[in-house]
T-cell receptor
Framework: DTAVSQTPKYLVTQMGNDKSIKCEQN?????MYWYKQDSKKFLKIMFS???????INETVPNRFSPKSPDKAHLNLHINSLELGDSAVYFC????????????FGQGTRLTVV | AQTVTQSQPEMSVQEAETVTLSCTYD???????LFWYKQPPSRQMILVIR??????QNATENRFSVNFQKAAKSFSLKISDSQLGDTAMYFC??????????????FGTGTRLQVFP
């Protein structure tokens, strides 16, 4: 059983389209995150949620909208995709403050053409 | 704002040898956590080792150990008896967990490690 699973693993789409990436964790964690890894492998936080509540929004364009229907799921919807959105997007989860180990999904490689 | 610096973009080591990856960070906080994550070609992010800043003892996990110098804000990773499976990108990361607003990993730019037979 995968602890943090993302779908899809690969996504190729045209500029201007809208796409979603789904993430689910079965670890019972309260906190979930989205990280973006760019073409130079640099990893940066985008969002964090704790118990379905948005906590961190790290100056991400509002074309990116996370949604957490329950604390086991955190989805990422991207509107009007641009070439610069091409990256690997990682979902992660942790028990939150005081228990710091973050478990990562396998990543979604998004390619915008 | 906290920053993490990895000054070695690439390193190589022969199998069974020892290699040390460098990491420095900048923070005004006293309590925080430091991590080393490994990213093999499979893309999966794997936690290698974790260090709590309030602990003076350096963390160790089998062949992996750290040299944590709090005053110097340095956190290097030593890999002993290197194996071919250690070939990967290694990321140093910082986390300040005083509040949910700071509960996030701040990563360095990574070091690509190649282990040769």
């Amino acid at each position: 059983d995968t602890a943090v699973s993302q779908t899809p693993k690969y996504l190729v789409t045209q500029m201007g389209n809208d796409k979603s990436i789904k993430c689910e964790q079965n670890l019972g964690h309260d906190t979930m995150y989205w990280y973006k890894q760019d073409s130079k492998k640099f990893l940066k936080i985008m969002f964090s949620y704790n118990n379905k509540e948005l906590i961190i929004n790290e100056t991400v364009p509002n074309r990116f909208s996370p949604k957490s229907p329950d604390k086991a799921h955190l989805n990422l919807h991207i509107n009007s995709l641009e070439l610069g959105d091409s990256a690997v997007y990682f979902c992660a989860s942790s028990q939150g403050i005081g228990n710091t180990e973050a478990f990562f999904g396998q990543g979604t490689r998004l390619t915008v053409v | 704002a906290q920053t993490v610096t990895q000054s070695q973009p690439e390193m190589s080591v022969q199998e069974a040898e020892t290699v040390t990856l460098s990491c420095t960070y900048d923070t005004s906080e006293n309590n925080y956590y430091l991590f080393w994550y490994k990213q093999p070609p499979s893309r999966q992010m794997i936690l290698v080792i974790r260090q709590e800043a309030y602990k003076q003892q350096n963390a160790t996990e089998n062949r992996f150990s750290v040299n944590f110098q709090k005053a110097a804000k340095s956190f290097s990773l030593k890999i002993s008896d290197s194996q071919l499976g250690d070939t990967a990108m290694y990321f140093c990361a910082f986390m300040n967990t005083l509040s949910y607003n700071t509960d996030k990993l701040i990563f360095g730019t990574g070091t690509r490690l190649q282990v040769f037979p």
